[in-house]
C-alpha cells in the first residue's frame, strides 16, 4: 500500500497529521506522536490579540526575531512569544519530522512579523488560522476577503517557507476566494477553523466562554467544499475537523484532500492512537480496492462524479421531498 503525499510542499509518509493544538506543543508529547507515526505536526497559535500591540525591542524593519522587554513580560501577557520560539526550536531539534507553526488573527497588522521569527526559530511552514467576526455595519464581505488576501501576500513577501491558510466556512464565495489567496502566495488551504460560540447562561443572562471538541457530525461540510475545491484551485487541500476515523480520513482524500488533520482522537485515546488511524485508513483502502492516496485523491472531486447536484442545492431539496416526516430530526429540517 502506498501511503505517501505530499503537502505545503512536504513528502509525507501519509495524510494523516497531528492538527494545532498544545499536544503539539510539548516536546514529550511529540515525540510520542513522532513515534506513533505523525509525518508532520502544526502547533498551536500565537494570537494577534496577544501580539498586535505588544513592543519590541528592535527597530521596525530589521529582520532580527523580536525580543520582549522583560517590564512587560512580567505584566501579566499570557503567552510569551519568545517561550513560542523557543518551543519551535527544541522541537525541530529532537524531532525528525516537520513542525508547522501557527498564527491566528484578522488584520493586516505589524503582528505578522512574528511569523519571520518562527521562520528563523526553525518552522518548516506556517500555518495562518483567519478567525474573523464582522460586526460593523460598514463592513463589507469584499472588506474581509481583502484583508484574507493581504496578510498572505504579506508574509508571502518576508517568508521563504510555505503558508498554509486555516479558513472559515462562513465565506460567501469560498472558490473564488481560494482562488485568490492561491495567487497570492498560500500553499494550502485548511477547511475549517472551528468557532466556538458563547453560551448564554440563564437566569443571569450573561454570555460565556465554551470549549468542546470536534465531532463526527461536523465532517460532512468539510468533505463538501474540498471535493468543490479539488483540482480546480492551486493550493494543496487539508480538511480539520469532525475526524474520528481512519474510515474519515478515506473519505477527505477521496473528495481531494493532500492530508488530513487530527485532534479529537488523539486527546481522547493518546498519541499513540495514531497508529491506529493509519491502520485503520489501510483497511478503508483495501476495503475500496484502492492501492494508493494518490489513487484514491480526488475520485469524489466535484468533477469526477456523476452525481454533482449532491454537492450543491439539488441535494438540498432533494433530502428534503424524499425525507419522510417521522424520520426528520429537528436539525434535519433547519
Given at each position: 500500500?502506498?501511503?505517501?503525499?505530499?503537502?505545503?510542499?512536504?513528502?509525507?509518509?501519509?495524510?494523516?497529521?497531528?492538527?494545532?493544538?498544545?499536544?503539539?506543543?510539548?516536546?514529550?508529547?511529540?515525540?510520542?506522536?513522532?513515534?506513533?507515526?505523525?509525518?508532520?505536526?502544526?502547533?498551536?497559535?500565537?494570537?494577534?490579540?496577544?501580539?498586535?500591540?505588544?513592543?519590541?525591542?528592535?527597530?521596525?524593519?530589521?529582520?532580527?526575531?523580536?525580543?520582549?522587554?522583560?517590564?512587560?513580560?512580567?505584566?501579566?501577557?499570557?503567552?510569551?512569544?519568545?517561550?513560542?520560539?523557543?518551543?519551535?526550536?527544541?522541537?525541530?531539534?529532537?524531532?525528525?519530522?516537520?513542525?508547522?507553526?501557527?498564527?491566528?488573527?484578522?488584520?493586516?497588522?505589524?503582528?505578522?512579523?512574528?511569523?519571520?521569527?518562527?521562520?528563523?526559530?526553525?518552522?518548516?511552514?506556517?500555518?495562518?488560522?483567519?478567525?474573523?467576526?464582522?460586526?460593523?455595519?460598514?463592513?463589507?464581505?469584499?472588506?474581509?476577503?481583502?484583508?484574507?488576501?493581504?496578510?498572505?501576500?504579506?508574509?508571502?513577501?518576508?517568508?521563504?517557507?510555505?503558508?498554509?491558510?486555516?479558513?472559515?466556512?462562513?465565506?460567501?464565495?469560498?472558490?473564488?476566494?481560494?482562488?485568490?489567496?492561491?495567487?497570492?502566495?498560500?500553499?494550502?488551504?485548511?477547511?475549517?477553523?472551528?468557532?466556538?460560540?458563547?453560551?448564554?447562561?440563564?437566569?443571569?443572562?450573561?454570555?460565556?466562554?465554551?470549549?468542546?471538541?470536534?465531532?463526527?457530525?461536523?465532517?460532512?461540510?468539510?468533505?463538501?467544499?474540498?471535493?468543490?475545491?479539488?483540482?480546480?484551485?492551486?493550493?494543496?487541500?487539508?480538511?480539520?475537523?469532525?475526524v474520528t476515523s481512519g474510515q474519515d480520513v478515506a473519505r477527505a482524500v477521496a473528495c481531494g484532500a493532500h492530508a488530513v488533520q487530527v485532534v479529537t482522537p488523539l486527546y481522547l485515546h493518546g498519541p499513540d492512537y495514531l497508529t491506529t488511524l493509519v491502520?485503520?485508513?489501510?483497511?478503508?483502502?483495501?476495503?475500496?480496492?484502492?492501492?494508493?492516496?494518490?489513487?484514491?485523491?480526488?475520485?469524489?472531486?466535484?468533477?469526477?462524479?456523476?452525481?454533482?447536484?449532491?454537492?450543491?442545492?439539488?441535494?438540498?431539496?432533494?433530502?428534503?421531498?424524499?425525507?419522510?416526516?417521522?424520520?426528520?430530526?429537528?436539525?434535519?429540517?433547519?
Amino acid at each position: 500500500m502506498e501511503l505517501h503525499t505530499r503537502y505545503l510542499g512536504l513528502d509525507l509518509e501519509h495524510p494523516i497529521i497531528p492538527g494545532a493544538s498544545p499536544l503539539c506543543d510539548d516536546v514529550d508529547t511529540a515525540r510520542q506522536l513522532e513515534d506513533a507515526g505523525a509525518p508532520l505536526i502544526v502547533m498551536s497559535s500565537l494570537f494577534e490579540e496577544e501580539l498586535a500591540n505588544m513592543p519590541l525591542s528592535r527597530p521596525a524593519g530589521s529582520i532580527a526575531p523580536p525580543v520582549i522587554p522583560a517590564d512587560y513580560r512580567k505584566a501579566g501577557v499570557r503567552v510569551d512569544p519568545e517561550d513560542y520560539f523557543d518551543r519551535v526550536y527544541r522541537l525541530k531539534h529532537v524531532l525528525g519530522i516537520p513542525v508547522v507553526a501557527s498564527l491566528n488573527g484578522t488584520t493586516p497588522g505589524g503582528w505578522l512579523r512574528y511569523a519571520l521569527a518562527m521562520e528563523q526559530a526553525g518552522a518548516d511552514a506556517i500555518e495562518l488560522n483567519v478567525y474573523k467576526v464582522a460586526t460593523e455595519l460598514g463592513e463589507t464581505s469584499d472588506d474581509v476577503e481583502r484583508d484574507m488576501v493581504g496578510m498572505v501576500d504579506t508574509l508571502r513577501n518576508k517568508l521563504a517557507i510555505p503558508i498554509a491558510v486555516k479558513l472559515s466556512p462562513f465565506i460567501t464565495a469560498l472558490p473564488n476566494l481560494a482562488t485568490h489567496l492561491g495567487e497570492a502566495g498560500a500553499e494550502a488551504l485548511v477547511m475549517f477553523n472551528r468557532f466556538y460560540q458563547p453560551h448564554i447562561d440563564w437566569p443571569g443572562m450573561t454570555p460565556s466562554r465554551t470549549l468542546r471538541l470536534s465531532e463526527g457530525n461536523e465532517l460532512n461540510l468539510r468533505l463538501r467544499w474540498a471535493a468543490i475545491l479539488a483540482e480546480r484551485v492551486r493550493p494543496n487541500l487539508a480538511v480539520s475537523g469532525g475526524v474520528t476515523s481512519g474510515q474519515d480520513v478515506a473519505r477527505a482524500v477521496a473528495c481531494g484532500a493532500h492530508a488530513v488533520q487530527v485532534v479529537t482522537p488523539l486527546y481522547l485515546h493518546g498519541p499513540d492512537y495514531l497508529t491506529t488511524l493509519v491502520e485503520q485508513f489501510v483497511r478503508a483502502l483495501e476495503a475500496a480496492d484502492v492501492h494508493s492516496v494518490q489513487g484514491l485523491r480526488g475520485r469524489l472531486a466535484l468533477g469526477q462524479v456523476p452525481q454533482r447536484e449532491a454537492y450543491v442545492r439539488a441535494n438540498y431539496y432533494r433530502v428534503l421531498r424524499s425525507g419522510k416526516a417521522g424520520n426528520l430530526s429537528a436539525s434535519g429540517t433547519d
